[in-house]
């Protein structure tokens, strides 16, 4: 009989306190997103500074987007760059998604910065390219929403970019038997998405890049896609 998949999701972020009521947490966002309705699922606040004694406690770990710059120098990024370091050497698989993708950038080496071409926002697609047997077919595009400054600007040796865009050259990279991360949101939803884009509208961002995003919602997104990958590439099937 197979057992049922662990999922550990580590907490960097949270919504907006208005909008958590809502549109839930970043770790139920992921729970939706990913659809394993016969998988268990336990969450760690890393920024609080709350982390798994052993990465072995799940069988994949998701590391979850973030306000925060993983260059910001908080007490509790250094850990959770280590935690990243301890999955790869046992051989636990993660996914990282936006501050995720750019903190297992970071601890494996890579740089990341604010990018000089500005906000990410709406609808993003990215191309995939080189990419790996070991994920399947590629999609014909990554479709997601977006919302980041910060980018990954150098890749760590031994990572691998496998979707770009004009706009995000390192949109999706692959680490070899460990990891696939992506920049853009592929766990927000469209109405969580609107929301986040008007509360922050007039302060954080102008009003124009605000109706700028709005007007990209209705495109379509291929979020079940990435998600389908994930199940079926990146977690080890149990017995």
């Not at 760690?44 to 925060?68: C, H, N, Q, Y």
């Not at 998604?97 to 903190?103: D, K, L, P, R, T």
């Not at 853009?184 to 124009?208: D, M, N, V």
Request: proline fraction near 9%; charge should be negative.
């Amino acid at each position: 009989m197979t057992k049922p998949p662990v999922i550990g999701i580590l907490e960097t972020g949270r919504p907006p306190e208005d909008l958590a009521p809502e549109h839930g947490n970043y770790p139920m966002m992921v729970q939706d997103w990913l659809d394993l309705p016969e998988a268990k699922f336990i969450s760690f606040a890393a920024l609080d500074g709350e982390l798994p004694k052993d990465p072995r406690m799940a069988d994949l770990w998701v590391i979850t987007g973030s306000r925060f710059g993983v260059y910001e120098g908080h007490p509790w990024i250094a850990p959770l760059e280590g935690f990243v370091r301890a999955c790869r050497d046992a051989g636990v698989p993660m996914v990282g998604i936006c501050f995720g993708h750019q903190v297992i950038a970071q601890a494996l080496g890579g740089d990341v910065g604010k990018s000089d071409k500005g906000w990410g926002l709406g609808v993003h697609d990215y191309a995939p390219h080189d990419w790996p047997d070991a994920l399947g077919q590629a999609p014909e595009k990554i479709a997601i929403q977006a919302y980041h400054q910060d980018q990954v600007l150098a890749p760590p040796d031994g990572a691998k970019t496998i979707a770009s865009s004009d706009f995000c050259d390192h949109a999706a990279l692959w680490y070899p038997g460990f990891a696939l991360t992506v920049q853009g949101h592929p766990e927000f939803g469209k109405p969580y998405t609107q929301a986040l884009l008007e509360s922050r509208r007039g302060t954080i961002l102008k009003p124009e890049q605000v109706d700028a995003a709005q007007a990209s919602m209705g495109r379509n997104v291929n979020r079940d896609q990435l998600a389908r990958i994930v199940r079926d590439h990146l977690l080890p099937v149990r017995s």
